[in-house]
């Protein structure tokens, strides 16, 4: 079974940066993605990316300042976050699934640990 040992998260300021890490283990994934939930919201899909030919999906919220890409061996997960905002925190949790149709869900199998981003004014 793929597991997850994701890294990073913090506090920045508004308009900053920050970049997020995931570490996979084991085979099996089909597609990779990055959630978020901010207190007292519902959780939300970030962004995904297939583990095949790399293609991507990403929120409308964050289209133009968030990027998800995988390294070139498919080891690890990566979020740039660039022009942050107060309304971009939350927890973020990497996430993994094993069948192509629930990619496009947010239904997963497999679930990290999570990493809380804060954005300050």
């Known amino acids: 079974q793929v597991q997850l040992v994701e890294s990073g998260g913090g506090s920045v300021e508004a308009g900053g940066s920050l970049r997020l890490s995931c570490a996979a283990s084991?085979?099996?994934?089909?597609?990779m993605g990055w959630f978020r939930q901010a207190p007292g919201k519902q959780r939300e899909k970030v962004a995904h990316?297939?583990?095949?030919?790399?293609?991507?999906f990403s929120a409308n919220s964050v289209l133009g300042r968030f990027t998800i890409s995988l390294d070139n061996a498919g080891n690890a997960l990566y979020l740039q976050m660039n022009r942050l905002t107060p309304e971009d925190t939350g927890m973020y949790t990497c996430?993994?699934?094993?069948?192509?149709?629930?990619?496009?869900?947010?239904?997963?199998?497999?679930w990290g640990q999570g990493a809380q981003v804060t954005v300050s004014s």
């Open positions: 996430a993994a699934d094993l069948t192509r149709g629930r990619c496009y869900t947010n239904d997963w199998d497999i």
């Open positions: 084991g085979a099996g994934a089909v597609c």
């Open positions: 990316i297939f583990i095949d030919n790399g293609g991507t």
